[in-house]
């Protein structure tokens, strides 16, 4: 079988069917089983064998590490043998330590997408079967049907009213008409009207198509390939940028001052180099990429427990920085279970003959699945068997209407249901309820004025209408001169508990908005019920006449979008991010695609359209509000975490390195040799590794909060000071007070160095006081430890090849009290510093 078709479009569907050695039956599971191992998963993203050991090759690519690993090696071969294996020893268990805490958060999230599976409908052995579009291979035949993604690039055997969103490879606004054919070899990409491309998906109708090209092979596996193309970095990961880029130059800066000046100072080269380079790594918040990960690993995890699936483990942050959440009625306000209120006349009276023909409709649609049809079908049953189903025009979301070619004796008749607007453009005439027939021009009143009194009680009002017809099949066009029969009303009861989730959002700072296409008195009537404040709404035909600029004035102080069309979703989301808010958008549908991508989180559930799914960032289980309100939740946990890391590293770790350069200048001799500076920077890392468990305070989750780099700059001056003027007094202490020689010296500032800044994240880690704030029972067994080991090793064989020596009782004594001040100093300036400063 060839690798690749050229130009399959402007071959007869015999021929390529051959040619792939297929049929319209489909491949056995056998021959699609070897051709997965042949041609490999149907995916954009390659899956390399390698990644663990790529993984951890990442975790030294540091331009810092590489040079301070060449500088170490050049030492041994000037003859320090033994400080360039303690060196590279504590380098490469700081990067094991960073490699087992990413690939554990990897291999979850792994696991945890597998959940979300977007599936195709393949003929395989003959019969239909749901199979992951990754399992999808050349060959296969697939059933689609509106709603689904189209798995690879499709050659068209047959269709039916098929019309296909391509927008993402064409850039084409509007759904491009399918059918099957043959066409010719120069026709452009745009015009194969007999090709399914992958990356596009089906708006309506249903189509059966043969499987040519898969993966990379793809016209838009070519494009992303090409582009590379990678989803826009989130507000959280651009302040991360920010700050990692801030350091790093504070850094740079630093430590060429330092070398410089060691150099000036006449002391030997090579172990300047070495200790300005450890000093950096000191510096450098490098166990931020693998921080970061464990946190949203670990919040996708915990999320996951609540029926949240998070598929784009950065979208977390935006999850918990989410405060506004707009959202559709059906299913996530109301309880998702459209029930039939009434079928009536067009003088209001109840009409068997109305629910007939609306049960004829839904009886024998085979399009686009919908609950209003299964509502209609088990309010109450008929016997339509006289009935011959000839053909069918799908529902889709430009029509509004789903259209149904009926035979029953020698009679044709063509029945209609949709939207009552949609019914009433299409209709000439009217049925009164005595059988007669008259213009519709004369009951157009009567007939709005019936509707809006349904609306006005809650309910969704759809129209009813038939017309003759002398053919055995029909098109859209032929939806015209038709006879309006009535109406009928349906209900979604709002959920019991929906007020409470409504009330807890609110609690969390989160605005919940509705977009919904029903009419102003169908959403006003639900909003009423679930009890939002005051309803103000604004239609679709309102915000049609609206500006950009005039719509990001009035669309903080609406709470409903009624009468709403499909692409008018997507400006709501774009002018509410433009006034500064974080938008979730939770969508199920066809149409929500282009409101999912543009908003900050796009959320679907699993019970959704393909489309919906692939947009979304985060899937939820359930469609059920109450497990978004845990979601919340545990994003804006994940996100305090995350920035308690953030913290350390730019208090108590950056005030003690920059401490060590600014005494290096003083001291005639180095205050840290290199392997200390990076066994402190060793030790220090372990408690903050154990930040992803740690508890959160209620405070940190009550509102949304976002990354504000001048509040972390301000807290670093603050506490980096606090960190340095303790340093300094424990200097004055080791050499004024205690005389200690170089060794006593080091020995007694690594052990304040890494105690202090072990301690003080148990201060940071909370706005309230260290008594009343318990740390996560890791945190803290960690901290202990470290200060345990700390004290220990200048005690232990290894601390003579370390450059450490035991300390009498009086130095420890000294050092303990320099910690204790430390720490109440810190709880008091950190009360201030927040009573003070805005995060």
Not at 184 to 204: C, D, F, H, K, W
Not at 441 to 453: F, S
Request: hydrophobic share 45%; with cysteine.
């Amino acid at each position: 079988m060839p690798q690749v078709i050229p130009s399959f479009w402007s071959l007869p569907a015999e021929q390529v069917l051959d040619q792939l050695k297929s049929s319209h039956q489909g491949l056995s599971r056998q021959e699609a089983q070897q051709r997965l191992t042949q041609y490999g998963a149907n995916s954009l993203k390659q899956k390399r064998q390698s990644s663990t050991l790529l993984l951890l090759l990442n975790q030294f690519k540091s331009p810092i590490i590489l040079i301070l690993i060449a500088a170490a090696i050049l030492s041994s071969f000037l003859g320090d043998v033994i400080d360039t294996i303690i060196i590279l020893t504590i380098v490469l268990i700081s990067g094991l330590l960073g490699f087992w805490q990413e690939r554990g958060a990897r291999d979850a999230v792994t696991k945890l997408l597998a959940l979300v599976q977007v599936k195709a409908t393949v003929l395989r052995d003959g019969k239909s079967q749901e199979i992951s579009n990754e399992e999808v291979v050349p060959g296969d035949i697939v059933l689609l049907a509106a709603g689904d993604s189209i798995p690879g690039d499709c050659l068209i055997l047959e269709s039916k009213d098929l019309s296909v969103n391509e927008a993402a490879l064409t850039g084409e606004t509007y759904p491009a008409d399918k059918l099957g054919g043959v066409l010719p070899n120069e026709v452009g990409l745009s015009q194969r009207t007999n090709t399914l491309y992958m990356g596009t998906n089906a708006i309506s109708g249903t189509a059966k198509a043969v499987v040519v090209q898969t993966g990379k092979q793809t016209e838009f596996g070519k494009v992303s390939e090409r582009l590379k193309l990678r989803p826009p970095e989130t507000e959280f990961e651009r302040g991360l940028g920010k700050f990692g880029y801030f350091l790093m130059e504070v850094t740079l800066i630093l430590v060429v001052l330092i070398f410089v000046a060691n150099v000036y100072l006449q002391r030997p080269v090579l172990q300047s180099f070495l200790f300005s380079l450890a000093l950096a790594v000191g510096l450098t918040p490098q166990l931020l990429p693998a921080i970061v990960s464990v946190n949203l690993a670990r919040g996708a995890k915990q999320m996951a427990k609540k029926q949240v699936i998070v598929k784009r483990l950065s979208a977390i942050e935006n999850f918990g920085s989410m405060n506004v959440f707009c959202t559709d009625k059906t299913g996530t306000l109301t309880e998702g279970e459209v029930k039939i209120h009434a079928a009536v006349d067009v003088e209001g009276k109840e009409s068997d003959r109305v629910l007939l023909y609306a049960y004829l409709n839904a009886a024998s649609e085979s399009g686009y699945v919908n609950p209003i049809d299964a509502a209609i079908r088990q309010h109450k049953q008929f016997d339509i068997s006289a009935y011959q189903k000839l053909d069918e025009v799908p529902y889709d979301f430009n029509r509004k209407r789903l259209s149904i070619l009926l035979k029953k004796d020698n009679t044709n008749q063509i029945v209609s249901k949709g939207a009552l607007k949609a019914i009433l453009d299409v209709c000439s005439t009217v049925e009164t309820g005595d059988g007669k027939t008259i213009d519709i021009a004369i009951q157009q009143d009567k007939i709005q004025q019936r509707a809006e009194e349904l609306g006005s009680e809650g309910f969704r009002v759809l129209g009813i209408a038939y017309r003759n017809c002398d053919r055995n099949s029909f098109t859209k066009d032929d939806e015209t001169n038709m006879t309006f029969l009535g109406y009928l009303s349906l209900f979604d009861p709002p959920k019991a508990d929906i007020a409470d989730t409504l009330k807890d959002l609110g609690l969390l700072g989160v605005t919940t908005k509705m977009i919904t296409g029903d009419s102003r008195a169908v959403a006003i009537s639900i909003i009423e019920q679930v009890g939002l404040p005051r309803p103000k709404v604004l239609t679709g035909g309102e915000l049609q006449e609206l500006s950009d600029e005039a719509l990001m004035h009035r669309v903080g102080k609406i709470n409903v979008f009624a009468e709403v069309e499909p692409n008018q979703k997507e400006r709501i989301i774009i002018a509410l991010k433009k006034t500064g808010n974080v938008v979730g958008y939770l969508g199920d549908g066809i149409n929500d695609a282009s409101a999912l991508h543009a908003a900050d989180v796009g959320i679907s559930v699993e019970s959704a359209v393909d489309v919906a799914k692939e947009a979304a960032d985060i899937v939820l289980m359930q469609k059920d509000l109450n497990v978004l309100v845990e979601g919340v939740k545990e994003g804006r946990v994940t996100f305090a975490n995350t920035l308690k890391y953030v913290f350390m590293a730019t208090s108590a770790n950056f005030g003690n390195m920059f401490s060590m350069a600014g005494i290096s200048l003083v001291l005639p001799f180095l205050p840290l040799l290199p392997s200390q500076i990076l066994l402190t920077n060793l030790l220090t890392d372990f408690p903050e590794m154990t930040i992803a468990t740690d508890r959160v305070d209620r405070e940190m989750v009550n509102k949304p909060r976002r990354m504000n780099i001048t509040f972390i700059r301000n807290f670093m001056v603050v506490f980096g000071l606090l960190s340095s003027v303790f340093d300094y007094l424990t200097f004055a202490a080791l050499l004024l007070l205690l005389h200690a020689n170089s060794a006593q010296f080091r020995t007694g500032w690594f052990m304040e160095s890494v105690i202090s800044a072990s301690m003080i994240v148990l201060v940071i880690r909370t706005r309230q006081s260290i008594l009343t704030s318990k740390p996560g029972k890791y945190l803290l067994t960690a901290t202990i430890a470290i200060a345990i080991a700390t004290l220990l090793i200048p005690y232990t064989p290894v601390a003579g090849l370390l450059g450490f020596q035991p300390l009498p009782i009086e130095f420890l004594l000294v050092l303990a009290a320099i910690v204790g001040l430390y720490i109440i100093c810190a709880e008091n300036v950190k009360r201030i510093f927040y009573q003070h400063v805005q995060s």
